[in-house]
Nanobody, 122 residues
Framework: QVQLVESGGGLVQAGGSLRLSCAASGITLSINAIGWYRQAPGKQRELVATISSGGSTNYIDSVKGRFTISRDNGKNTVYLQLNMLKPEDTAVYYC????????????????WGQGTQVTVSS
């Protein structure tokens, strides 16, 4: 059974940092594309960052230079480092895994975690 478990969310002041983790079991993350999404109250879910099986990364413009996605193959875990946080980054953050990155871009990844709340106070 595949499980993705996010952790690392919390309450932080603007300008602060958090590191989110997406730990996997039943699936090898290194051979999958991984995406981090977020959904704020009343807004649509958006794809924030992706890392391909080959290690290529992509970010939406609003987080470029502030967020970093990375992968630890030994721990079968993907991270999202959040720096210089802003109140508009407040959302539930989810990770998703799929063999095809196009599925992540379409929001139809095969596997999803339960989410972790990030709240940034001004």
């Amino acid at each position: 059974q595949v499980q993705l478990v996010e952790s690392g969310g919390g309450l932080v002041q603007a300008g602060g940092s958090l590191r989110l983790s997406c730990a996997a079991s039943g699936i090898t993350l290194s051979i999958n594309a991984i995406g981090w999404y977020r959904q704020a109250p009343g807004k649509q879910r958006e794809l924030v960052a992706t890392i391909s099986s080959g290690g290529s990364t992509n970010y939406i413009d609003s987080v470029k230079g502030r967020f970093t996605i990375s992968r630890d193959n030994g721990k079968n875990t993907v991270y999202l480092q959040l720096n210089m946080l802003k109140p508009e980054d407040t959302a539930v953050y989810y990770c998703s895994a799929d063999p095809l990155i196009v599925h992540l871009r379409a929001g139809v990844g095969a596997y999803w975690g339960q989410g972790t709340q990030v709240t940034v106070s001004s």
